[in-house]
């Protein structure tokens, strides 16, 4: 197992994510709960010592499981982390009543890591408003009766947004989960926000380092591209490989549903083999290209913007719209835009043209819009 440093402790490399558990039926809510107990086994003997749940997986059931799973190991032999739910507006007064059933819930007596969860548009406001709920106070308190031992965030936002959290509570913040994969680098700006935490000494914690599956199968023609770099490396572990060859980034979660995809992943931490540069140049060519079918080709310059009589952020809009597109829709887009005022979202355009008139790429931004208001319903 590749492990990696973080404050003179010793994390796994591959964090196990309990996002994704075995569950009987189909039924989300219902984990299989011998063969996720199996999984945890199979985990701590291949060296990941990692847990990370939610108060919201599986419909609240994955922090039961785990802490079931767990407890069968001592206490220190392992590290968990949990998340406050503030991606749900009825959560946000209830952070000490949450916080107490989870420690509950999971029998652990304490939470090696805890993380404001999912920082975006639709929250921020809430999480830097202490004075009314107390989001910021409460969580820092438990850490200083040492509940907590390291108190984090994860962040679905923008970039804008990972600033704003950034300024308020930063130089309180240990470390940040961000959906990072060699996709994402540039298509989420995934560097863009390593970059702004690298500037606060902040590490990288791993979410969807396989974009929800879509890096574990490429086309036969990029395929062969990486066959012909690296004949014996399974594609999915070029996703891997390309998070563990960033600095920055100290634990990589997957959400693992059964023994074989457990097994294949503990296989590639084996060995730690960071990609070259020209590797790395491979693999985000082949992202690049990736991108290309079915997104639209916005440069951001923003000439648009001051042709707009309604003021639209249109590439904003349009990045949300590549993000809905390629994703075949997902929760990204819809949660961002429900942060917005109604006038400033896709429906608001008013098909008047007059921002296509300067648009260099030639984008048909009156029909982008529409699209995008029809796929939302």
């Not at 549903?257 to 693999?283: H, R, V």
């Not at 819809?334 to 429906?347: F, G």
């Amino acid at each position: 197992m590749i492990y990696r440093d973080f404050k003179g402790t010793k994390l796994s490399a591959l964090g196990f994510g309990a996002m994704r558990l075995p569950v009987i039926g189909g039924d989300d809510g219902r984990i299989d709960e011998a063969a996720a107990m199996s999984m945890v086994d199979r985990a701590m003997e291949g060296g990941i010592n990692y847990y990370d749940t939610a108060w919201g997986y599986h419909g609240g059931n994955s922090e039961l499981i785990i802490g079931r799973a767990l407890s069968r190991y001592p206490r220190d032999s392992y590290y968990l982390a949990t998340k406050f739910p503030g991606y749900d507006p009825s959560n946000w007064g209830k952070v000490k009543e949450i916080f107490e059933r989870q420690l509950e819930k999971t029998g652990a007596g304490y939470f090696d890591f805890y993380l404001f969860h999912n920082v975006c548009e639709m929250n921020i406001d809430a999480y830097l408003d202490d004075e009314r709920y107390g989001i910021f106070s409460y969580l820092s308190e438990q850490k200083k009766k040492g509940l907590i031992k390291h108190l984090g965030f994860s962040c679905h936002g923008g970039t804008e947004t990972l600033r704003r959290f950034l300024d308020a509570y930063g130089k309180d913040m240990e470390f940040c989960q961000l959906q990072l994969n060699y996709l994402d680098w540039t298509f989420q700006s995934g560097k863009e926000k390593v970059d702004m935490l690298d500037e606060m000494g902040i590490p990288v914690w791993v979410m969807e380092p396989l974009r929800g599956g879509k890096l574990a199968k490429l086309s036969p023609e990029n395929e062969a591209k990486l066959k012909a770099l690296r004949p014996d490396e399974d594609i999915p572990a070029w996703a891997f490989r390309f998070l563990t060859s960033l600095p920055s980034v100290k634990v990589i979660l997957s959400g693992m549903s059964d023994m074989e995809q457990l097994e294949k992943n503990l296989a590639t931490f084996g060995q730690d083999k960071p990609l070259g540069a020209y590797e790395t140049a491979a693999l985000l060519d082949i992202a690049a290209g990736m991108l290309t079918a079915g997104t639209v080709p916005c440069t951001g310059c923003r000439y648009c913007v001051s042709h707009c009589p309604q003021q639209l952020d249109i590439p904003g809009l349009i990045s949300l719209y590549n993000e809905h597109a390629y994703s075949g829709g997902g929760f990204i887009a819809p949660m961002a835009l429900s942060a917005m005022p109604e006038d400033k979202r896709p429906q608001a355009c008013l098909g008047c043209r007059s921002c296509e008139q300067v648009c260099p790429q030639q984008i048909k931004i009156s029909e982008v819009l529409a699209d995008f208001s029809e796929k939302l319903g």
